[in-house]
């Protein structure tokens, strides 16, 4: 069992930045792929951002490609999403989620991923 647990979220002007942070029960960062999804009230779940277990492949959805960035602090167990020039579509419940099934890649797909964090709003007004 992995248990994840997300913070930084919060109340930002477009424009503005955020970091949220992922803290991962045990040393999993090496085991696990590690990704952040978010949803919107009325829409689907989608992928934002991953980094494979080793560190060395990360995956961006388009619409954040160049403003977010994915990291990791091993010593920490704990993966970080830096998020700048935040625009109201970010708003969003973002989640960090695991997969133990593929450390070596990093997948868009929910279902790709057994363990899920509470979530972390972030409210980004005009």
């Known amino acids: 069992q992995v248990q994840l647990v997300e913070s930084g979220g919060g109340l930002v002007q477009a424009g503005g930045s955020l970091r949220l942070s992922c803290a991962a029960s045990?040393?999993?960062?090496?085991?696990?792929?590690m990704g952040w999804f978010r949803q919107a009230p009325g829409k689907e779940r989608e992928f934002v951002a991953g980094?494979?277990?080793?560190?060395?492949?990360?995956n961006y959805a388009d619409s954040v490609k160049g403003r977010f960035a994915i990291s990791k602090d091993t010593a920490k167990n704990t993966v970080y999403l830096q998020m700048n020039s935040l625009k109201p579509e970010d708003t969003a419940v973002y989640y960090c989620?695991?997969?133990?099934?593929?450390?070596?890649?990093?997948?868009?797909?929910?279902?790709?991923?057994?363990?899920w964090g509470q979530g972390t709003q972030v409210t980004v007004s005009s």
């Open positions: 989620a695991a997969d133990g099934s593929r450390p070596y890649y990093v997948s868009r797909g929910s279902m790709q991923y057994d363990y």
């Open positions: 045990g040393r999993t960062f090496s085991r696990y792929t």
């Open positions: 980094v494979s277990g080793s560190g060395g492949t990360t």
